[in-house]
């Protein structure tokens, strides 16, 4: 970002802090803009980028008063906008080095060929899948909600009308099994 923008940007910003609801509007326009050409550059997909531009523009609205007016806005936007970006790829490293992939008679898991992982931990990755397709269906149907769909113990509860507590007394069974499987106690 050249300094006529930032500094356009900065100007903006500090009018929306002082309660200008126009200038705030027009400086959500122009960041997302900005931050849709950084993050198309910089990710595998536009369907991700526009993930991730919306979280950042949902933490720079969260964040707003954070920011100092005495510094260039445009560093500010970035670092947000690449933490964002850091969260994404660290839960999609977490969450989706797994794919499910239906077949004729049962459920397989690919490896994302996105995913830099060594053949140590992708042979793991695949004795965890195994392990998980042999829990009884509530089980893995938990397990698969927490670790792979990424979604709290409350979400969790909420989506399948179970208690908190149920929630995590099923996973807990669940991990139990996984570790016996492994013969880890």
Same mark, same amino acid.
């Given at each position: 970002?050249?300094?006529?923008?930032?500094?356009?940007?900065?100007?903006?910003?500090?009018?929306?802090?002082?309660?200008?609801?126009?200038?705030?509007?027009?400086? *959500?326009?122009?960041? !997302?803009?900005?931050?849709?050409?950084?993050?198309?550059? &910089? +990710?595998?997909?536009?369907?991700? !980028?526009?993930?991730? *531009?919306? =979280?950042?523009?949902?933490?720079?609205?969260?964040?707003?008063?954070?920011?100092?007016?005495?510094?260039? @806005?445009?560093?500010?936007? #970035?670092?947000?906008?690449?933490?964002?970006?850091?969260?994404?790829?660290?839960?999609?490293?977490?969450? =989706?080095?797994?794919?499910? @992939?239906?077949? @004729?008679?049962?459920?397989?898991?690919?490896? *994302? !060929?996105?995913?830099?992982?060594?053949?140590?931990?992708?042979?793991?990755?695949?004795?965890?899948?195994?392990? *998980?397709?042999?829990?009884?269906?509530?089980?893995?149907?938990?397990?698969?909600?927490?670790?792979?769909?990424?979604?709290?113990?409350?979400?969790?509860?909420?989506?399948?009308? +179970?208690? =908190?507590?149920?929630?995590?007394?099923?996973?807990?069974?669940? #991990?139990?099994?996984? &570790?016996? +499987?492994?013969?880890?106690?």
């Amino acid at each position: 970002m050249n300094s006529s923008k930032d500094k356009k940007l900065s100007e903006l910003f500090i009018k929306a802090q002082n309660g200008n609801d126009l200038a705030y509007e027009l400086f *959500l326009m122009e960041t !997302a803009k900005i931050l849709k050409s950084f993050l198309n550059k &910089r +990710m595998n997909s536009s369907s991700n !980028a526009e993930d991730v *531009l919306q =979280e950042t523009l949902l933490s720079i609205h969260n964040s707003r008063h954070t920011y100092l007016s005495s510094k260039p @806005v445009g560093p500010w936007l #970035y670092a947000i906008c690449k933490n964002r970006m850091i969260d994404y790829h660290r839960k999609q490293s977490r969450f =989706e080095k797994f794919i499910t @992939v239906d077949s @004729v008679k049962s459920e397989k898991f690919e490896i *994302l !060929a996105e995913i830099n992982c060594n053949e140590e931990e992708s042979e793991k990755g695949i004795q965890i899948i195994e392990c *998980l397709n042999k829990l009884p269906k509530a089980q893995k149907k938990i397990i698969k909600l927490l670790k792979i769909d990424g979604f709290s113990v409350k979400e969790v509860a909420m989506k399948t009308g +179970m208690s =908190e507590s149920s929630v995590k007394v099923t996973a807990s069974r669940g #991990y139990k099994k996984i &570790r016996e +499987m492994f013969g880890v106690k």
